[in-house]
């Protein structure tokens, strides 16, 4: 089975950019769904971006705007650029990939915006 890892947290002032990375221990190509979830203390777990191998993308309202998901197939990695980030983006983010109808999670980073 897929693992997925995820890096690329941190702590960012607000107004600031964060780039957080998803790798994945195969191939990437073939998985036709993948994205961001993200959750706050307290609270459930939030769909954030998702990204399909046909090329389309597809945001929360939240963060549409400032977020921009992306595939790199050659390094088996998605990408979740954040710019403009906001305190109530702060939260674990966790990268997800759905095979054969089954969703696979990694470990979660965390991000803090906060100044």
């Known amino acids: 089975q897929v693992q997925l890892v995820e890096s690329g947290g941190g702590l960012v002032q607000p107004g600031g950019s964060l780039r957080l990375s998803c790798a994945a221990s195969e191939s990437i190509f073939n998985i036709h769904l993948m994205g961001w979830y993200r959750q706050a203390p307290g609270k459930e777990r939030e769909w954030v971006a998702t990204?399909?191998?046909?090329?389309?993308?597809m945001y929360a309202d939240s963060v549409k705007g400032r977020f921009t998901i992306s595939r790199d197939n050659a390094k088996n990695t998605v990408y979740l650029q954040m710019n403009s980030l906001k305190p109530e983006d702060t939260a674990v983010y966790f990268c997800?990939?759905?095979?054969?109808?089954?969703?696979?999670w990694g470990q979660g980073t965390q991000v803090t915006v906060s100044s």
């Open positions: 990204s399909t191998n046909t090329g389309s993308t």
């Open positions: 997800f990939a759905r095979i054969y109808a089954r969703d696979y």
